[in-house]
Structures are given as structure tokens and as C-alpha cells.
């Protein structure tokens, strides 16, 4: 009703009370005519009471009032059955009132997660700092050439890497250290120096024999004393090269030839016997190595060497690279923190981590990735490098567990200057020193080999939540580095409460403007004192203390530890190790000289196969490199890539532009269900570990899909959906770019041309095939108006078919072959000699530059008169692309 609703209930409930409902309308009727329920119009309560006595408008014309009055109030509230109050306030003038919206009851997402070393399942990944995700792997040790087990571990973190940040999008900061400085790296450098110098000073044929006989006596003892079958059986091996080697030269001598046949022995021997002789060079005279160039040389060439494998591997580069080298500052640092703390100690110029003293303390465990390896000497030897794990450095340690922190240089290493005297970082304490660093108190993953869980990852972890943590207060117990025990008077004044974040029954006291303390390990810079109390006291200044917390004083320091936190509950929240690679099911090893380079790998396969090789296992298990598991990579890219060429093919055919869009059958709503299922089975299996096998073979059978649509298509005649099948194809190129197996910029599927040349065969020939297919339109379009039987002899133009390696669906695929495979078929002598129709595509155009590697011009190859083209450079066809044609639907 109009204006105010006072006044007007009486009169309502005084109509309401009418039981005949013709008098009830007419009582309504007269008292709306004296009402304005047009202009101003807001429903009130009165209003909906009046209206839902009624069950539809007046049918008689006189009761107009009513009328127009119900169908104001019928658009408002939606009908006379309308129950409960009017929602909200008054609807306007003419509006029909919004329905309640309902959420959808949707589904639980799925998480990712991972499978974590320091529970041995799978966690729910949750970064510490929102989508920011901080990540150290451990780099390689360089002194050699990298090999196919550095392929395992940097492809599969790349794959890792690729798909947290491209799909899932994190932010992930990915830190890799480069080892420069190791007994390996020291050893091997100074072998190489001393047979180099050996090799120059041009031994007789007399001296030769003598020195490798005389390396031959300490080599049978070490031959002798070998227990590993595997390492027994190379030294074996190198034993019998040697010998058979030095059996020519030996005659030689005895004949007393001399000249280039002499000298050829000799090279013979020099090259059989280097191991051999390097080895003993480097016991005898190892220690006259003084120049610290000859260290710094040979990791710095093979740090090279590996950066390009990477690069060929289409390995992304770590958004940061440290090297120890660089580093031993922030690692001296490291070690005296741990010193005082009470965890390291000094003997005879090296400092050594005490494991015991670790273990026994309260909160801390030692061995928490691979407890049960705990005492497994020769894996702690190992760790300890080739050139400290003599009776006389093993007699330094207080405990056989226990690992060296620094070590004392000796003569024929290079050394720094420290505390302790000159000496060179361990191996476990680099990762340790940088990822603090570069990092903090704690990082989000840390990765490596599996080979790596014990003894290096336990130690890092060791030391690392007792670097910087811990010092020693009045009485014996722990407290913050640079800590002061202050009295009760001084923490009222000086500091403030607070209560820690991850443990309710600790209190916290931190001097003002200092950053807050969450539940395990503390840092140097944050210098609070963290105390359990087991019963609350009066605080200082009246605070209120929280619920099983008492104030700190000098009498409660002095009679329990006191122990203070990091923010974070632990250094590592997810340990990510890649699993093993054998060779074709033996175990790979570099010191038993059983391994593939990465080059060799890649003169064999592509980076794309070796990738979807990978891709085709778990990371975190063992991987058999072998001629089974690459035949099973390159038959799964040759199964996409025919799917990719055929998509193109459909999608350069003639067409207008509306063209694109047709309407949707049973099949196309079928196969888009199919492709979203199998989208939905890829995101869950990501989830799932990042389950890439899982992922490649749901993608599988999508593309199987497809291919069965486009052939139930084409048998009926009819032209697939290309914009179905596009959608589809960009979505299979979309997570194959994730991957990394998409190395280059391609709007869809691989692309054609060798990787890393910026020439394109696909958009170097398109021109051509795009002016063939509109010439064969052409000579179509002519025949069929000029007589019927034309189209029969212009399709007999396609001519033969386009021999090719492998199977094609729907008869189109690019296939790599050689040139001759891909020549043309002479016409038979029988059939009329047709025109030659080839336009500026005849045999032997020219289409581009001359290839780079070869300066020979690249042409174009006609295959089969106009089916198909090929570009070579001289050295074979290098792609067959397909002409697009009119199908025959």
C-alpha cells in the first residue's frame, strides 16, 4: 500500500474477517479505491496477508482496483502461494523479486602430494610462504664427463620442477650447488697433472715397462684386498689390458726395434696403462702438487662440459648456482657455530661432527631418513672421501659415526686459512652452509639422488639443526648463540611476552623489535631464551602468562637446558630423492667405469626421447636404461606425432571462415567427454606424485579416441570436427611443453626440424604446399565444370602413395627417411606421360639457406607428384610433410 502502513491493518483485519469472498472482494475493492498502490507502491505486511487470502485476480471488470492492486503484488512476490515474510527490504515499484541462489554441492579438490623421504609417503605438499616454494638439489661433483645417472636425477627434478611451477603454479626459487672442491676432484686432478708431466718427458720404451711393472705390484695388493665383486672384476679387466699391452712391447724391446713401430707400442701402453700409472704416479709423488690452479682447472672444464648436457637436455637452468669454491667464508662460519654449540670439536687441524653427543640430546635424532644404515662403515667411508679415511685420520675421530666438518690440508691439497689452521671444507657440510644461505632456517624441498639419503643427507640435517643453534649457559646449559641470561628485573623492563607459536607450553621471551619464534631450532640473529615450565608463576609486571608457562629467571636457567627454535619445526619439509638408473639391468657406476656420457646418449636419441623415456617411469624409482625402454619412448612419439600431423593436415584443408564452426553430433559430444575424463585422470594423477606414467598413458588413450572418431568420420564420408580435434591437439602440445618434451616454440605438436636450429621445415615449406593445394583446387574446380568425368582424372594427379616408415592414421604422417626412399616413382612405360604439374616445386628448388652444418643448399624433394614434399640438405631427407587435399567427404 501506499505511504505508511499505519492506519491501514485495522482496515485489512476488518476485510480479512469477511468469511463470503465475492464480500470480502468487494470490501477490498473500496478500500483500494481510496489507496495508491501505483505511485510510491511498497508492499507491506498487510498487503501479503490480503494476498494470499485470495487464490486468483477478480473475474469481474468492476473490480478493477483489486486487480490492478493483485498483479502488483503477484509480480513481486512470484504468486498467492507465496509462505514466510517478505525477504529483505521492500521490493521496488514493478520488479519481481530474485530467487534464493544455492552453491553448487561441487567436490573435494585434489591435493598434491608427494612422496616425502623423511616419512616415506606421500604428504600433502603446503608450502611454508603461500604459492612460494624455496628448492635445493644437490649438483654433481665435477670431475668427469656427466653421464646418464646425472640424467636421471637433473631430467627428473626438471620434469618436478616444470610442472609445479607451469601447472600447478608455484613460484618455485630452485638453488643447485656445484661440488668444485673434493677428494675426487683433488685426486683426479693431480693424476692427470702427473701423467701429463710423465707423458712430456717422453720415457723409453725400458722405463716405461719398468714403471708399469713396478705400478703393477701395489695395484695386485689393492686387487687382492677387494671384496666388491663388481669394482674386483674392473680392476680385473684393467689388469689384463695392461698386460696384454705391455707383452708387444716387451718383444719389441727384446728384438731391439726402435722407430715408429717401436713408438707405436709404447702409445699403445702409455694409453692402457694411464689408470694404472696415474694411480701410482699420485701415491708416489701426489704430494709435490703445490699449485692451487691444477684444482680449480679440471672442475671448472668439466662444470662447463656439464652445463652444456644440460642445455642439450633441455635441462632449465637453476635460478641460482653455487659453487663451494666460493662459498668456504659462510662455511668456516658454519662449522665454528657448531663448535660452539658443543657439537663439533677440533682434533689435529680438522673439526669432526660428535654424532653421539648429537644423538643422546634431547629433541634430536640422528639417521632420520635411513636410521637403519646407522653405523654402515663403508657407506660413512664413502662420505668421507678416498683421501680421509687413512688409520691416521680415522684415529682422529672419538667416535667411527662421527664426520669431518673442515679438514686438515695435507701436502698436495689446496687449503684456506680457518681457525684451526689451513685446511678445506667436507663434503657434507657445503649443502648445509649454502642453502642457509641462500635460503634461511628452512626450505620448502630438498633434492638429490637416492644414493645420497645416507650418509650425506642424514649429516646435513644433523648439522644443520645445530648450526647456529645453541651455546652454553652459566652452569653447563644450552643456550642461544649471543644469548644473555637476563634477571627477572631486567626481562620485565627489557623484554616482552610472548608465547611460541607451534609448542602452547613454552614461553618465549625476545628482546623488542626482534622476530617471532616458532617450535625447533633457533638462528644466531634471533637471541631468545625458550624455557619449558611445568607450572605457571607470577609474571613479570603483571602480565598474564599462558597456561603452562613461568616467567624465566636465573635460578630456572640454571637448573634445566635451555633450548631455543627456529621459526620453522625443521630445516627440510620435503625430501625428494630420484630413484636409481641401471644399464640395461646392471647397476651404473663411475668408479667401475660402467656408464653412458650424456653425449654418447644423445648421438643415439634425441633429448626428447631420452625425456619421454623418463617420463615413462615413476622419479622416484629405479629406471633401466635400455634398448626396451627407448623403443617403448620412441614408439609412444611416433604414435603422437602421427596424431599431431593429422590435426594439422585437417586443419590447413580449404575452408571459410564459418567453416570452423559445425555443429556438434552424438560422436562430438561423446569424444569431448572423453576429453575432458581424461583431463580430469591427467590433473588427478599429477596430484598423485606427479605421476607422469600415469598422465603419458591417459593421454595415450585419449589420442586413441580421437583416432577412432576420425576414422568412423572419414568412413561415413564425412569431415571430423576440426575444432574438436584442435582443442584437443593444443591441450596434448600444452602438457607436453610442461614436461619439457616440447623443446621449441610450436603452436602445436613437435616440431619439424632439427632441435635448436632456427630453421623451421615446416614454415620453410608450408608456401609451396599451401600454392600446390590451391593449384590441384584449381584443376578440380575447372574439370568439374567443364564435364563430369574431369574430377575422376584430376584426382588420378595425387599419384601413388607417399612411401613412408611406420603407420599413419588416416594415410598423412611425416616420416624421416632417406632421400632416395623418398623419391618418386617413375611412371610405368604403358601409361601416357603426363604434364609436368609441379609449378616452382620441381625437382631440385631451391627453398632456403644453406645448411649451417654442412653448406649444402637445402632443396625441395617432390614425392609422389604433389602428395608430399621433402627438404633435404644434402645428407638424406630430413621430413616428409603431406599435402593438405580435398577429402573425400
Not at 724391446?253 to 701410482?280: N, P, T
Amino acid at each position: 500500500m501506499a505511504g505508511s502502513t499505519e492506519g491501514q491493518a485495522p482496515d485489512y483485519r476488518s476485510i480479512l474477517s469477511i468469511s463470503d469472498e465475492a464480500a470480502r472482494v468487494r470490501a477490498l475493492d473500496q478500500h483500494l479505491s481510496t489507496r495508491s498502490y501505483v505511485q510510491g507502491f511498497s508492499l507491506s505486511q498487510a498487503d501479503v496477508d490480503a494476498f494470499r487470502q485470495l487464490s486468483g485476480p477478480p473475474a469481474d471488470a468492476q473490480l478493477f482496483h483489486v486487480a490492478r492492486w493483485f498483479r502488483h503484488v503477484d509480480a513481486i512476490l512470484g504468486g498467492p502461494q507465496t509462505t514466510g515474510p517478505p525477504c529483505g527490504p521492500p521490493a521496488s515499484r514493478g520488479r519481481r523479486a530474485q530467487p534464493q541462489w544455492a552453491p553448487p554441492a561441487g567436490s573435494e579438490p585434489c591435493q598434491l602430494r608427494l612422496y616425502n623421504s623423511l616419512t616415506r609417503s606421500k604428504d600433502v605438499f603446503v608450502p611454508q610462504d603461500g604459492k612460494r616454494v624455496t628448492w635445493y638439489c644437490c649438483g654433481p661433483t665435477v670431475y668427469d664427463a656427466s653421464h646418464m645417472g646425472h640424467a636421471r636425477s637433473y631430467i627428473s627434478f626438471d620434469i618436478l620442477r616444470r610442472v609445479l611451477r607451469d601447472y600447478f603454479r608455484f613460484d618455485v626459487f630452485y638453488c643447485m650447488n656445484i661440488t668444485d672442491v673434493d677428494d675426487k676432484i683433488i685426486r683426479r686432478a693431480r693424476q692427470n697433472y702427473l701423467f701429463e708431466r710423465y707423458r712430456e718427458k717422453q720415457p723409453s720404451a725400458a722405463q716405461l715397462l719398468e714403471d708399469v711393472h713396478a705400478a703393477l705390484q701395489p695395484f695386485a695388493a689393492k686387487l687382492k684386498e677387494t671384496t666388491d665383486p663388481d669394482k674386483k672384476q674392473m680392476l680385473e679387466r684393467l689388469e689384463r689390458a695392461v698386460t696384454r699391452a705391455a707383452e708387444p712391447l716387451e718383444e719389441a724391446v727384446r728384438a731391439s726395434l726402435a722407430g715408429e713401430e717401436l713408438d707405436g707400442r709404447v702409445q699403445v701402453l702409455l694409453a692402457e696403462a694411464k689408470d694404472l700409472l696415474s694411480d701410482w704416479l699420485d701415491s708416489t709423488h701426489g704430494s709435490e702438487v703445490t699449485d692451487n690452479s691444477i684444482f680449480s682447472q679440471l672442475p671448472k672444464f668439466w662444470e662447463a662440459e656439464f652445463h652444456k648436457d644440460m642445455e642439450a637436455l633441455n635441462v632449465l637452468p637453476p635460478d641460482v648456482l653455487t659453487r663451494v669454491s666460493e662459498y668456504v667464508p659462510e662455511i668456516v662460519d658454519f662449522v665454528q657455530k657448531i663448535m660452539d654449540n658443543g657439537y663439533g670439536y677440533a682434533s689435529n687441524g680438522s673439526v669432526y661432527f660428535d654424532t653421539v653427543k648429537f644423538a643422546n640430546s634431547e629433541g634430536h635424532c640422528y639417521g632420520k631418513l635411513v636410521p637403519e644404515a646407522v653405523g654402515d662403515q663403508r657407506a660413512l667411508q664413502e662420505g668421507e672421501g678416498d683421501l680421509s679415511i687413512s688409520a691416521e685420520r680415522l684415529s682422529e675421530k672419538r667416535s667411527p659415526n662421527d664426520f669431518a666438518l673442515w679438514k686438515a690440508s695435507k701436502p698436495g691439497e689446496p687449503s684456506w686459512p680457518c681457525p684451526w689452521g689451513r685446511g678445506r671444507p667436507g663434503w657434507h657440510i657445503e649443502c648445509s652452509a649454502m642453502a642457509g644461505t641462500l635460503l634461511g632456517a628452512s626450505m620448502d624441498i630438498h633434492g638429490g639422488g637416492f644414493d645420497l639419503r645416507f650418509p650425506h643427507h642424514d649429516n646435513e640435517l644433523a648439522q644443520s639443526e645445530v648450526g647456529g643453534a645453541t651455546g652454553t649457559a652459566p652452569g653447563g646449559e644450552r643456550v642461544g648463540a649471543g644469548s644473555q641470561v637476563l634477571s627477572g628485573q631486567s626481562l620485565a623492563s627489557e623484554s616482552r611476552l610472548h608465547q611460541g607459536h607451534s609448542n602452547p607450553h613454552r614461553l618465549v621471551w625476545f628482546p623488542r623489535n626482534s622476530l617471532a619464534l616458532g617450535s625447533t631450532g633457533l638462528a644466531p640473529h634471533l637471541l631468545p631464551l625458550l624455557a619449558p615450565c611445568p607450572a605457571p608463576e607470577a609474571p613479570p609486571s603483571g602480565q598474564r602468562l599462558p597456561a603452562g608457562a613461568a616467567p624465566l629467571t636465573p635460578a630456572l636457567a640454571s637448573s634445566r637446558p635451555v633450548q631455543a627454535y627456529f621459526e620453522n619445526d625443521c630445516w627440510v619439509r620435503y625430501f625428494l630423492h630420484t630413484g636409481h638408473l641401471t644399464i640395461a639391468g646392471c647397476k651404473m657406476s663411475k668408479s667401475l667405469k660402467n656408464f653412458i656420457t650424456i653425449k654418447d646418449a644423445l648421438k643415439k636419441h634425441s633429448a626428447r626421447q631420452l625425456r619421454l623415456a623418463f617420463l615413462m617411469h615413476a622419479w622416484k624409482d629405479t629406471l633401466d636404461y635400455s634398448s626396451n625402454t627407448m623403443e617403448s619412448a620412441l614408439q609412444y612419439e611416433r604414435f603422437l606425432n602421427e596424431f599431431f600431423l593429422n590435426v594439422k593436415d585437417l586443419l590447413r584443408a580449404p575452408g571459410d571462415v564459418t567453416g570452423q564452426f559445425e555443429k556438434w553430433e552424438r560422436e562430438e559430444t561423446e569424444l569431448n567427454k572423453c576429453f575432458y575424463d581424461k583431463k580430469a585422470a591427467v590433473h588427478e594423477a599429477l596430484c598423485d606424485n606427479v605421476d607422469t606414467r600415469t598422465a603419458l598413458e591417459e593421454m595415450r588413450a585419449l589420442v586413441s579416441q580421437c583416432n577412432l572418431y576420425t576414422a568412423a568420420r572419414k568412413a561415413a564420408r564425412r569431415r571430423p570436427n576440426r575444432a574438436l580435434l584442435a582443442s584437443v591437439a593444443n591441450y596434448l602440445t600444452h602438457m607436453l611443453k610442461i614436461f619439457g618434451a616440447i623443446e621449441e616454440e610450436s603452436p602445436l605438436g613437435f616440431p619439424v626440424g632439427a632441435p635448436g636450429t632456427s630453421l623451421s621445415l615446416e614454415s620453410t615449406v608450408m608456401p609451396y604446399l599451401q600454392v600446390l593445394s590451391e593449384f590441384r583446387e584449381g584443376v578440380r574446380s575447372i574439370a568439374r565444370e567443364r564435364r563430369g568425368e574431369a574430377p575422376r582424372r584430376a584426382s588420378s594427379l595425387d599419384g601413388p602413395p607417399v612411401p613412408r616408415a611406420g603407420r599413419a592414421c588416416g594415410g598423412r604422417a611425416v616420416s624421416l627417411a632417406s632421400a632416395h626412399q623418398a623419391q618418386a616413382p617413375r611412371p610405368q612405360a604403358s601409361q601416357p606421360r603426363r604434364p609436368d604439374t609441379r609449378g616452382p616445386c620441381r625437382q631440385g628448388g631451391r627453398v632456403g639457406p644453406g645448411d649451417p652444418e654442412t653448406s649444402a643448399p637445402r632443396r625441395l624433394l617432390s614425392v609422389g607428384c604433389g602428395s608430399a614434399l621433402g627438404v633435404s640438405s644434402g645428407r638424406g631427407l630430413e621430413a616428409t610433410l603431406l599435402l593438405p587435399h580435398k577429402a573425400p567427404w
